[in-house]
């Protein structure tokens, strides 16, 4: 029978932890070291070509478009 009473040794846990968080800051810091205007421009650009993609796929399914003409006007919807 285990003894209820024993403390457990949580070194392990403790320190992967802080690894980890010091590790997180580090990847943050290094991906996020551009000015707050430079991230929103390509934040717009990539959500922008994101949905483009989407309505472009979306077109050419429903309304079985070629793939040229779906993202023209997919384009169009975008801007």
Do not use: C, W
Not at 31 to 58: H, M, P, Q, W, Y
């Amino acid at each position: 029978m285990k003894n209820p009473f024993k403390k457990s040794d949580h070194t392990v846990l403790i320190a992967g932890i802080a690894i980890a968080s010091v590790a997180a800051g580090a990847l943050a810091y290094l991906f996020l070291s551009e000015s707050g205007n430079e991230t929103r421009k390509s934040l717009k650009k990539k959500i922008k070509a994101i949905a483009k993609d989407a309505a472009s796929d979306v077109i050419q399914k429903k309304a079985k478009f070629s793939k040229k003409v779906s993202e023209a006007i997919a384009d169009e919807a975008i801007k």
